[in-house]
């Protein structure tokens, strides 16, 4: 039924198929969206569907809800599953080649969204396989920062990132958000403003259980917490257990005086170091003479030169007795 003097209470069903797809002009450029298919319910002013899908960034997006187009706030409710997508096509698109960014997104959201993002909510979770993403707010910087200091954290490669979330008045909670790979993984619990893309969160950075558990370094993390705008944080170090400065370790974790000096450029360091700083010394912890020396300079410590080692005292040479010699006849 389509009512021309009210076509918002027009009653239909639609089967929709388009393999080539269309081109959605938007602002930073043409989207190609291909596949295109579903059953559509139009009632009243609905529109409501349990098939709809497309193909995106070389990934699979799958609808399962329904929207109200004749209320400016939009309602929605449903899932939305992605499968796939290409991070480097979509960097691609928005302009962003340069940031290095890739990997295959997997993403499904279940829940009520509208035009204003404030009133979202729901929840669903994340996967990003094969990721490389060295521009990525704050679990980017992370990284940098862990992995400069500790190597054995620097997933500078191909890394798995996964992560449940809940969506509740615009603001995004996470409790597990993981960096990962084969070696270690940094784990991140925050929320996020939607709206303002305010953040505040908490990180550690661990070994994987069976590496920690093969170098005793069990329930030990490097832990750090922060807040701010989102794409400038501020990010400040809490603790960093003096075990992963071990020279025993070094070979293990890539660690060493020069990579342990680059904790100097985060804020917040004095305090971590200086709350363990007593146990330097303590028996148990093998730690590098230059490493010791580093932490004590991180505190404001004067650290005497290293001094030349003693040359060896030397005897007087000895003379050899010549035996005289009987003359030839």
């Known amino acids: ?38 059953t559509f319910t139009v009632n009243r002013g609905a529109v409501e569907t349990n098939d709809a899908g497309f193909e995106l960034f070389g990934g699979a997006v799958r609808v399962n809800g329904a929207v109200r187009l004749t209320d400016e706030a939009r309602p929605f409710n449903g899932l939305v599953e992605i499968t796939g997508l290409s991070l480097d096509k979509a960097a691609s698109f928005f302009g962003r080649e340069d940031t290095g960014m890739s990997g295959r997104l997997s993403f499904v959201f279940r829940g009520v969204g509208y035009r204003e993002i404030e009133k979202m909510r729901g929840g669903g979770v994340l996967r990003i396989e094969e990721a490389v993403l060295p521009d990525l707010p704050v679990l980017g910087e992370i990284q940098e920062y862990v992995g400069r200091a500790v190597p054995a954290f620097g997933t500078k490669g191909e890394s798995t990132i996964t992560g449940a979330y809940i969506v509740e008045s615009g603001v995004l909670v996470a409790s597990d958000l993981t960096v990962g790979n084969s070696a270690a993984r940094i784990v991140t619990s925050g929320s996020l403003n939607l709206g303002s893309l305010e ?30 705008p989102v794409r400038d944080a501020n990010i400040t170090i809490q603790h960093f257990p003096l075990e ?72 007087p040479p000895v003379a ?10």
Request: charged share 20%; net charge negative.
């Open 320 to 329: 050899i007795p010549v035996e005289p010699v009987e003359p030839v006849e």
């Open 1 to 38: 039924e389509v009512p021309w003097e009210d076509l918002a209470s027009a009653d239909l069903q639609v089967r929709y198929d388009h393999r080539e797809g269309l081109v959605v002009a938007l602002e930073k450029g043409e989207l190609p969206l291909s596949d295109l298919r579903g």
């Open 199 to 228: 953040t505040n969160f908490k990180t550690k950075a661990e070994l994987v259980p069976a590496l920690a558990a093969a170098t005793g370094l069990t329930d030990k993390a490097i832990t750090f917490e922060g807040g701010g």
């Open 244 to 315: 992963f400065a071990s020279v025993s370790l070094g070979s293990i974790l890539g660690t060493s005086p020069g990579s342990l000096g680059t904790l100097q450029t985060v804020p917040g360091v004095e305090a971590a170091v200086e709350a363990v700083a007593d146990q330097l010394d303590q028996p148990g912890i093998t730690i590098h003479p230059e490493v010791m020396g580093m932490f004590k300079t991180l505190l404001g410590e004067e650290v005497s030169p290293p001094t030349e080692p003693a040359q060896p005292a030397t005897s």
